[in-house]
T-cell receptor, first 115, second 113 residues
Framework: NAGVMQNPRHLVRRRGQEARLRCSPVKGHSHVYWYRQLPEEGLKFMVYLQKENIIDESGMPKERFSAEFPKEGPSILRIQQVVRGDSAAYFC?????????????FGDGTRLSIL | AQSVTQLGSHVSVSEGALVLLRCNYSSSVPPYLFWYVQYPNQGLQLLLKYTSAATLVKGINGFEAEFKKSETSFHLTKPSAHMSDAAEYFCAVSDPQGGKLIFGQGTELSVKP
């Protein structure tokens, strides 16, 4: 039973390019969350999606960042025109339902490096 | 608004010694609390969760945590440290409406032989 799958594990981009990070949730989970981890820091919430809907994007930068979770296929976090400050580990998590008691299951992350 | 504070960014113990990692929370409503562990270059693995049932929660790998409302604490303990426990540990509180987790800054645990 596969857990949360993220790809790629490592992604290198030059400044100004686009980065696309993919996340396939645990089978049967319809709630997806994206978090960012900067060096020496904890995880910061970015966005919460259900199938085809953005529920909470209060942690997303207003520009260059977008996320989707289509009816079919993985969730995508897209960063346009990347800058050095976007270098971080990006983690996806999924849960079976809503409600604060539902544990979130995490993938191994995508480590984004900007040259 | 919910928040979490982890006291001590680095904790070092000897193998076989007690592990105590501290977590204090702030919440306007009864909280849901979680401890996660992160090994190098990996994602977060759930150790245990508190969801308003028993105040002493047992998790995986011999860890447990006690919810103390009067102290707004949810400290993580393990009676006897093992070398394989060396990792980063995160305490988190859940948004009461569901959705996002609010994480502490993390505590790196080192275990000396």
């Amino acid at each position: 039973n596969a857990g949360v799958m993220q790809n790629p594990r490592h992604l290198v981009r030059r400044r100004g390019q686009e980065a696309r990070l993919r996340c396939s949730p645990v089978k049967g989970h319809s709630h997806v969350y994206w978090y960012r981890q900067l060096p020496e820091e904890g995880l910061k919430f970015m966005v919460y999606l259900q199938k085809e809907n953005i529920i909470d994007e209060s942690g997303m930068p207003k520009e260059r960042f977008s996320a989707e979770f289509p009816k079919e296929g993985p969730s995508i976090l897209r960063i346009q025109q990347v800058v050095r400050g976007d270098s971080a580990a990006y983690f996806c998590a999924s849960s079976e339902g809503t409600g604060g008691h539902q544990p979130q299951h995490f993938g191994d992350g995508t480590r984004l490096s900007i040259l | 608004a919910q928040s979490v504070t982890q006291l001590g960014s680095h904790v070092s113990v000897s193998e076989g010694a007690l592990v105590l990692l501290r977590c204090n929370y702030s919440s306007s409503v009864p909280p849901y609390l979680f401890w996660y562990v992160q090994y190098p270059n990996q994602g977060l693995q759930l150790l245990l969760k508190y969801t308003s049932a028993a105040t002493l929660v047992k998790g995986i790998n011999g860890f447990e945590a006690e919810f103390k409302k009067s102290e707004t604490s949810f400290h993580l303990t393990k009676p006897s440290a093992h070398m394989s426990d060396a990792a980063e540990y995160f305490c988190a509180v859940s948004d009461p409406q569901g959705g996002k987790l609010i994480f502490g800054q993390g505590t790196e645990l080192s275990v000396k032989p």
